[in-house]
């Protein structure tokens, strides 16, 4: 029902920063709180950050707090997480997410809609 499509990953040196998008369809957009989720190799999928339905609610991962930032352009049907002094352990697949409901939500059973993912690898 609901798409997602994520773009901006990439390999980034140490220190850097990347901006990840996520182009969603349909009207319901504005109403879903939206989620970043990331997954590395051997590792268990683990939350990132969420936005509620109009951005002025956002979660985060401890390890990413004061580094990322998500943000959504509802008129536009996007969500970004932009990522700054990234670390090799960020290293990961991050995956764009839509939940039904609309205040933030951390756990990914609370998300309907999945991206196929975006790979972000930080060397060191």
């Known amino acids: 029902q609901v798409q997602l499509v994520e773009s901006g990953g990439g390999l980034v040196q140490a220190g850097g920063s990347l901006r990840l998008s996520c182009a969603a369809s349909g009207r319901t957009f504005s109403s879903y709180a939206m989620g970043w989720f990331r997954q590395a190799p051997g590792e268990e999928r683990e939350f990132v950050a969420a936005v509620n339905w109009n951005g002025n609610d956002r979660s985060y991962v401890d390890s990413v707090k004061g580094r990322f930032t998500i943000s959504r352009d509802n008129t536009k049907n996007t969500v970004s997480l932009q990522m700054n002094s990234l670390k090799p352990e960020d290293t990961a697949v991050y995956s764009c997410?839509?939940?039904?409901?609309?205040?933030?939500?951390?756990?990914?059973?609370?998300?309907?809609?999945w991206g196929q993912g975006t790979q972000v690898t930080v060397s060191s």
């Open positions: 997410a839509a939940s039904a409901y609309s205040n933030t939500r951390t756990r990914a059973h609370e998300y309907h809609f």
